[in-house]
């Protein structure tokens, strides 16, 4: 059910990962959206779903002990995740980590690849200066 029921959705679900930004014109198949309309993927996504949540509090637990360079750049307007939490959030809970927020929302390595590759650079650059 899942797949034709995902097929007769058609762009909605979409427009609210990528919100406040358009989808990308290739995302279906430059960035793999068709792949999201096969039952592997659901039945996949949905075990990690519940896995998560049994595995996350022993994950946040040792965020503080992450010694290395760390970025997250993150969407003001997502509407997937919630800035303040998963983004201003993560300030106290690792150490070091940089942050930055730009305009935009949950697909940023999508809709703004140059700027996610920049901070990519900057913090593996980081970590060859230790």
């Known amino acids: ?26 995302f279906a198949v430059g960035g793999g959206g068709l792949l999201t309309l096969r039952p592997r993927h659901f039945e996949g996504a949905s075990a990690d779903l519940v896995a998560a949540r049994a595995a996350m509090p022993s994950f946040i637990e040792r ?25 201003r959030g993560m300030r106290s809970r690792i150490p070091g980590l940089k942050l930055e927020l730009v ?22 650059l980081e970590a060859a200066d230790r």
């Open 1 to 26: 059910m899942a797949t034709p029921v995902a097929a007769l959705r058609g762009e909605r679900p979409l427009e609210a990962v990528f919100g406040p930004e358009p989808v990308t014109a290739d």
């Open 63 to 87: 965020y503080g002990a992450i010694d290395v360079p760390v970025g997250i750049l993150f969407g003001t307007g997502d509407r997937i995740l919630d800035p303040e939490v998963h983004g």
């Open 103 to 124: 305009e935009g929302g949950h697909m940023l390595p999508l809709t703004q690849p140059d700027r996610v590759a920049e901070l990519v650079r900057e913090v593996a």
